[in-house]
Structures are given as structure tokens and as C-alpha cells.
């Protein structure tokens, strides 16, 4: 026991005096020369140079191109939001992630397909179309054609066929 404790205040009196044998002799000895700074240099610059001049990147104001108004922007966006500056969800009204194909039913008078929408399940039709006879298609979306054997549907939306498969 006393062997331990003899042995820690040896090496721990080791340890100090390392450190202190490592440490900088003179902390307050700092050579840096501030001659070697460069001046900022002076603009002098008329009212009129004022008025023309971007200060961050010395640009001259009458050469920059100004923003398109929010009208020119709306007018050119075709899918997602109608107003793409407005805050909230984006309502969208094309196929995408949102329509799941869940199965098929075949049977002697139609052809079913159980399909989800936008929060909606249920069954389309050869003759459903989007927004007139069912809310499970964006509006305009039309079935094209059900195959169960092959576990089909296509669907034209914007005069572009998609087909689903299972």
C-alpha cells in the first residue's frame, strides 16, 4: 500500500515537472511587425458617383437587370402551387407520389381498380375521369385502359400516358 501511494506522488511529481520544463519561457515576447499591414485606400466619390455605385461589389446601379414582378413569375409556372410565394401546403393536381395503385378487380360486367388519392381510396373505372365523375384522379386525368392479367392501368394526364403496374 505504502509502495501505490509512494509511486503516484513520484510519477505524478514527474508529470508536473515535464510540464513546466515544456511551457514558453516568455509569454509576453510577441513578434509581429504591423508595418507589413496594408492601408485601406480612399475613395473620393461626387454625389452623382453616389447614386450610381453598389457598394458591396462596385457594381454601377444602371447596369443591373431589375427583378421580374410577381405576375411574369405566376404566369410561367405550369405545376404544383398557383401562387408560388404563398405560404402553406402544396396542393398539387398532377399524378405523382400521392396516387397509389392498390390492387384490381376483375369481374363480368367492368374492370376495377382500388386506387388512393390525396388522402381518398376507393375504385375507378374505364370511364372514370378526374374532377368530373371521381375524386381519386387530378382533374382531367382519364383512364385510358385496365388490364388485370397483366396488372395495368394507363391513365392520360396532360396529353401524356402514364402507366401503373403491380
Same mark, same amino acid.
Not at 4 to 30: E, H, M, Q, V
Given at each position: ?94 399524378? #405523382? ?8 378487380? #376483375?369481374? $363480368? ?11 381518398? $381510396? ?45
Amino acid at each position: 500500500m505504502k509502495n501505490n501511494i509512494r509511486l503516484k506522488l513520484l510519477s505524478s511529481a514527474f508529470a508536473l515537472s515535464l510540464l513546466f520544463a515544456c511551457a514558453p519561457k516568455d509569454t509576453n515576447n510577441i513578434n509581429f511587425d504591423f508595418k507589413t499591414l496594408k492601408k485601406s485606400k480612399k475613395i473620393e466619390l461626387n454625389n452623382k458617383d453616389l447614386n450610381e455605385i453598389n457598394y458591396e461589389n462596385n457594381i454601377p446601379i444602371k447596369n443591373l437587370v431589375p427583378f421580374k414582378n410577381k405576375q411574369e413569375i405566376l404566369s410561367k409556372t405550369k405545376f404544383g402551387k398557383k401562387d408560388p410565394f404563398s405560404e402553406g401546403e402544396i396542393n398539387s393536381n398532377k399524378l #405523382n407520389s400521392d396516387f397509389k395503385l392498390k390492387g384490381f378487380l #376483375n369481374t $363480368e360486367i367492368k374492370k376495377f381498380v382500388f386506387v388512393s388519392y390525396l388522402d381518398n $381510396e376507393g375504385t375507378i373505372t374505364e370511364e372514370s375521369i378526374g374532377g368530373e365523375n371521381t375524386n381519386l384522379l387530378p382533374n382531367g386525368a382519364k383512364v385510358i385502359s385496365i388490364e388485370p392479367k397483366n396488372m395495368k392501368l394507363i391513365i392520360n394526364f396532360d396529353n401524356e400516358n402514364f402507366i401503373f403496374e403491380m
